[in-house]
């Protein structure tokens, strides 16, 4: 089976996402040699971090398109640019390590398996986490399109609960 992985947060290798995305794939890596794993990030990452990963793991990198502001590359790489190889190069499931999983409807018609981590609902609970009408509407996307993925996995049996509610899932 052929897995893409949104690997954008091993940019970021010591925050929470970065070391789950890290830590899961090499696990899933050394004990699954049946698939083939490929992880996405928009630019390069620093060598200390692609040497953690078994050879069978390739890191390919689809370079951000270039807008005006960082928040509107993210969108843009994590809806439009990752979703069109993904589907382009007929993978089997994407897995995305935050809740990133494309908005649109025509990306879940191809039959991809679509797994999602929602590591707890802060972004919809709590408003700083909507500054902007940008943020707010990021996060809103976010939690909308969690509904569409095949698998949600989470931390605990709270967030479970939180993320059903929340999410209506």
Known sequence: MKIGVNGRFLLKPFTGI?????NLVKELASIDLGN???VFVP???????????????EIRVICEKRLP????KKVWWEQIQLPEVLKKENFEMAYFPYPCNPWTKDFYSKGMLVVVT??????????HYNG???????NNQCRKAISKADFIFTV???SKKEISTICKV
């Open 132 to 138: 902007g009408v940008f943020s707010k509407t990021y």
């Open 43 to 57: 630019q390069e990452i620093p060598s200390e971090v692609s040497e953690m990963f078994p050879r069978n793991i």
């Open 18 to 22: 970065g070391q789950h995305t890290i």
């Open 69 to 72: 502001s960082a928040g509107a």
């Open 36 to 38: 083939e794993y490929t």
């Open 156 to 158: 605990s049996e709270t």
């Open 118 to 127: 929602v590591h707890d609902c802060l972004p919809w609970k709590y408003r």
